[in-house]
């Protein structure tokens, strides 16, 4: 299963037909606990707010997915790919996954 995390773009609109559209960093939580998600790809601003800049203090988001991952060593076998246009915050999740070697691309 591929889970697609955004909260705005829908995942067929890039390619990812059939995949599993959460958004929330909780909805993508609970799905990876399933144990059946074999990609996934990360948006890190999940509300319109933070797309004008960072998120709020506490608020969920992309990055609070992977470091759970992290936390839980739960990653999808196939890998994990980052599509958020953050700026700052994309290239640290990229960075984070290479240094766990699960970057897909």
Request: proline fraction near 6%; glycine fraction near 8%.
């Amino acid at each position: 299963m591929v889970l697609w995390l955004d909260d705005i773009r829908p995942p067929w609109k890039y390619g990812y037909i059939g995949a599993e559209w959460c958004k929330t960093a909780e909805a993508a939580i609970e799905l990876l606990k399933t144990g059946r998600v074999t990609f996934a790809s990360l948006d890190h601003d999940l509300t319109e707010a933070a797309t004008m800049g960072q998120p709020a203090p506490g608020e969920k988001t992309g990055m609070t997915v992977l470091k759970w991952m992290i936390e839980n060593n739960m990653w999808p076998s196939a890998g994990v790919h980052v599509h958020s246009l953050n700026e700052t915050e994309g290239p640290r999740m990229k960075q984070l996954l290479r240094e766990h070697g699960k970057l897909a691309y």
